[in-house]
């Protein structure tokens, strides 16, 4: 009788995002965007990358506290004319998380549900 001996390895593959430069963002992406803070209004801030310029949607201006001309580096998805905000880095690596892909995917269903 003969033995058999077997390894297998599991390779888990997770998708990365790659930094997009603002004026190359397409709709419906998930992206990461980074770029100089110019403009603060409410739960948004206008971001420039050098590329083109961004409306970013945080919703809460109190959760985020930034302040015109910080550096940061923003995750999230480009749809509706603005950029929906999952998390922000700081440029001193302090990361502010605001929303999961799915929190925000929860959200748009009660949206619905409403009607």
Same mark, same amino acid.
């Given at each position: 009788?003969?033995?058999?001996? =077997?390894?297998? @390895?599991?390779?888990?593959?997770?998708?990365?995002?790659?930094?997009?430069?603002?004026? #190359?963002?397409? !709709? &419906?992406?998930?992206? %990461?965007?980074? *770029?100089?803070?110019? *403009?603060? @209004?409410?739960?948004?801030?206008?971001?420039?990358?050098?590329? *083109?310029? %961004?409306?970013?949607?945080?919703?809460? !201006? #109190?959760?985020?506290?930034? @302040?015109?001309? #910080?550096?940061?580096?923003?995750? &999230? #998805?480009?749809?509706?004319?603005?950029?929906?905000?999952? =998390? %922000?880095? !700081?440029?001193? &690596? =302090?990361?502010?998380? %605001? !929303? =999961?892909? $799915?929190?925000?995917? $929860?959200?748009?269903?009660?949206?619905?549900?409403?009607?």
């Amino acid at each position: 009788m003969a033995a058999y001996i =077997s390894f297998f @390895s599991i390779v888990i593959v997770t998708p990365t995002l790659a930094q997009t430069p603002i004026g #190359e963002l397409q !709709r &419906g992406d998930n992206a %990461i965007i980074s *770029g100089q803070v110019i *403009g603060i @209004s409410g739960d948004e801030f206008m971001l420039d990358d050098g590329t *083109g310029q %961004i409306l970013v949607d945080t919703d809460d !201006r #109190e959760l985020t506290n930034l @302040s015109v001309g #910080e550096q940061v580096t923003v995750v &999230g #998805e480009y749809d509706d004319d603005d950029f929906d905000a999952y =998390s %922000i880095t !700081r440029q001193d &690596g =302090s990361v502010i998380n %605001i !929303r =999961s892909d $799915d929190d925000y995917d $929860d959200d748009d269903d009660d949206d619905d549900d409403d009607n």
